[in-house]
């Protein structure tokens, strides 16, 4: 990434002490993170403020209660494994389908075809609630979530997984965004870190424009070998609503806002994060740092969630 980031350099690409010191340190209240870094507490939160998310089919706190997650999962179609405090798709279990052998035991299939014995998978808890994916290190719990299906609109550009929407928010103005499509490296996970792609998405229309992959700038789906670029993603007003609403829902005023596609429901929110990575630049092939300004000069602190969007359409 470091060497993309040197091309754009002068282009009002927003630098990591830049991020920390200008934005996150001082429009992002720390009592705040545990909304967001917490998956469950999110979930709470959304609930509360009636934002859509994934179902979720329970939380597992204790050792003990690994024991539970038969009847948690008990008839689902599949299930996610998410450690509460988890990032970067680090310790998510996808779980498309169970089978059970001759013997009676019972079998995990996970999205890339391989399969877990119920022995592994709570193995695969303990780790998660002894805090080895959690993102500060402590014991962690672990969520279930419902295994969201492919939209439409991904069928032909996303390799076996889901794709996310990340939208930057600033003070509840979304300021740029970029479609994740998962790959076959990054094993139905739409993280970066994990080899997904990231795609330039045109703030006004909704529009992907360009992509890269693994620090290099690509033009067809390394795995479906589809072009990216004009295709336009549905649902693009209620997607940048969501995300500017989520200012208002966790009071953090540096926001990465990440949106799934469902085909029956739209748009869903899939969490918060308050130290949103830059890569979003190098997809976008343009810097933060004009629109957050634009965003210091045109905000109006009575604008709800609508009029924010709106706001922006007209200056873009
Ligand atoms: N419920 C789900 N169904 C299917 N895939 C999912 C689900 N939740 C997450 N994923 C996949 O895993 C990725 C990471 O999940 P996310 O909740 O964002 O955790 P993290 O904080 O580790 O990024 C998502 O971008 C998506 O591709
Ligand atoms: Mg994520």
């Not at 080899?195 to 006004?204: I, K, P």
């Not at 343009?286 to 609508?306: H, T």
């Amino acid at each position: 990434m470091i060497s993309l980031f040197k091309k754009f350099e002068g282009e009002g690409i927003l630098g990591i002490n830049r991020r920390i010191g200008e934005y996150i340190l001082p429009f992002n209240p720390r009592e705040y993170y545990p909304l967001v870094d917490d998956k469950w507490k999110t979930a709470e939160l959304a609930r509360q403020f009636n934002v859509p998310m994934p179902h979720h089919y329970g939380v597992v706190d204790t050792f003990g209660g690994i024991r539970k997650i038969r009847e948690l999962i008990q008839n689902r179609p599949g299930f996610v494994v998410k450690p509460a405090n988890g990032g970067m798709g680090n310790g998510i279990l996808v779980i498309v389908r169970e089978s059970e052998s001759e013997s009676g035991s019972i079998h995990y299939h996970k999205v890339d075809d391989k399969t877990l014995s119920e022995k592994e998978l709570h193995h695969h808890i303990s780790g998660i609630l002894s805090g080895l994916y959690s993102l500060d290190g402590n014991s962690d719990s672990c969520v279930l979530q419902e295994r969201l299906e492919c939209h439409s609109f991904f069928q032909e550009i996303s390799f076996r997984g889901i794709p996310d929407i990340r939208v930057i928010v600033f003070l509840g103005y979304p300021v740029m965004a970029m479609l994740r499509l998962p790959t076959k490296e990054s094993g139905g996970r739409a993280n970066l870190h994990q080899g997904a792609l990231g795609v330039g998405v045109d703030l006004r229309t909704g529009t992907l424009t360009h992509a890269v992959c693994n620090d290099k700038i690509i033009h067809l789906h390394p795995d479906t070998k589809q072009t990216l670029s004009g295709r336009v993603l549905p649902h693009w007003e209620t997607i940048l609503e969501m995300a500017s609403r989520c200012y208002d829902m966790s009071g953090l005023g540096y926001l990465g806002v990440d949106i799934v596609l469902d085909e029956t429901r739209g748009p869903l929110l899939l969490e918060m994060n308050a130290r949103p990575g830059l890569g979003i630049q190098i997809a976008n092939r343009m810097g933060l740092r004009d629109r957050l300004r634009l965003v210091e000069k045109i905000r109006n602190s009575a604008d709800g969630p609508k009029t924010r969007v709106h706001r922006m359409f007209q200056e873009l």
